[in-house]
């Protein structure tokens, strides 16, 4: 394409303008796209490879908060097994946009295990998908209401996250196609922002289970939070870590290191 043969023919003019320049050729090494020091700027093979093994971290950090995101198994709130004193009993899972309650039978439920659970038996599901975003009704599980403010925040808070790992990832895109890295940094931020707005999600949803939780207490429930907080909760540590890489990979061009090539050449 025509913008690909233009990176190369730059990346091709910028060896040459090095080239020139180590060699005394002062004039040779300012000329072409942006100047000599555009040309020292570009990045070698071993630096892209370190961005690609990076961005290859910080991309799983994006597909399991994606994973995480769209289940409804970020919390499990399970009634006592025999509650109901018959043969089944209740329990619910929920996570940003959905919730179900589960109906098991007793007979399948670990004998030790003293609630009801886990949602993984077998049963039957009846799943709806909350009205926060659309009507704002709170929903209600076990006679226990949602805190409609927190729900919404966490999910906007995940929503937010989202946009800033596409961001940081068109920075890496960007940097890896020109061959620069001064997309490096913003790419940086996108990303430890991303794990910190992730993580943040993951504690407003916990606080926004103890708000249901302390909403009614005529229906005892055991809670635990799920899988798929597991999955969102380590992604968002992977995106920070992927951002604090990318920062030191960035480090190198930073400019009171342009004068080396100049030093290297006088001597």
């Not at 942006?34 to 961005?55: A, P, W, Y």
């Not at 992927?242 to 920062?247: P, Q």
């Amino acid at each position: 394409s025509m913008w690909s043969n233009f990176f190369v023919q730059q990346e091709e003019e910028g060896r040459m303008g090095v080239a020139g320049g180590g060699q005394g050729g002062g004039l040779a090494g300012m000329k072409g796209f942006r100047g000599g020091q555009r040309r020292t700027n570009k990045m070698s093979d071993s630096q892209e490879g370190k961005i690609k093994l990076v961005f290859f971290v910080a991309i799983v950090g994006v597909t399991l908060t994606v994973l995480g995101m769209g289940t409804e198994f970020w919390v499990e709130l399970a009634q006592p097994k025999n509650y109901s004193g018959n043969q089944t009993c209740q329990m619910a899972h929920y996570g940003l946009w959905k919730g179900c309650i589960r109906t098991l039978l007793v007979a399948d439920i670990d004998p030790e295990r003293t609630s009801c659970g886990p949602a993984e038996l077998p049963g039957e599901s009846n799943c709806t998908y909350f009205k926060f975003f659309t009507s704002g009704e709170n929903a209600v599980i076990f006679k226990k209401t949602t805190n409609r403010n927190l729900n919404l925040a966490a999910a906007i808070l995940a929503l937010l996250s989202l946009t800033m790992m596409v961001m940081g990832s068109i920075c890496i895109a960007m940097s890896l196609s020109k061959g620069v890295p001064f997309f490096l940094k913003p790419a940086s931020f996108c990303f430890i922002l991303s794990g910190v707005l992730v993580l943040l999600s993951v504690l407003i949803f916990h606080q926004s289970v103890l708000a249901l939780l302390s909403s009614d207490h005529s229906i005892p429930l055991h809670h635990e939070l799920s899988w798929s907080v597991a999955c969102v909760g380590s992604a968002g540590a992977i995106l920070i870590v992927g951002g604090v890489l990318f920062i030191f990979l960035a480090l190198p061009f930073s400019p009171w290191q342009k004068c080396f090539p100049h030093k290297d050449s006088t001597t």
